[in-house]
């Protein structure tokens, strides 16, 4: 594998297609809940804008728009931003999130 091709795989390690949305989001900790916004969504996880430093791994829950709470982990925080990754499936995800999840790439 040529070097330019390892740097892109493992930059983009996602197992599905993300999908770049803007949508108000609520971050639960357990402890508190934080307002942010969802940048790039997909039924695996979503990147986040909040500013605080949490650790990785630990439990959350997502509400995005009118969705219930999806459980998910911290998977990084860099910048202002936080990467979940959704703890259910795929199949759930995408029926908690409505009609957001039935429009994020399958593949």
């Not at 934080?34 to 909040?50: I, P, Q, W």
Request: with cysteine.
């Amino acid at each position: 594998m040529r070097n330019v091709d390892k740097e892109v795989n493992e930059k983009n390690r996602r197992r599905l297609g993300r999908q770049h949305v803007l949508l108000k989001a609520m971050l639960d900790t357990g402890e508190y809940e934080f307002e942010c916004v969802a940048y790039d969504l997909s039924l695996t996880g979503v990147r986040v804008k909040l500013d605080l430093p949490l650790k990785t791994q630990c439990e959350v829950w997502l509400m995005v728009k009118d969705s219930p709470h999806i459980p998910a982990k911290v998977a990084w925080a860099k910048d202002g931003y936080v990467g979940l990754e959704f703890s259910l499936s795929t199949g759930q995800v995408s029926q908690m999130l409505g009609s957001v999840g039935t429009r994020l790439p399958k593949i």
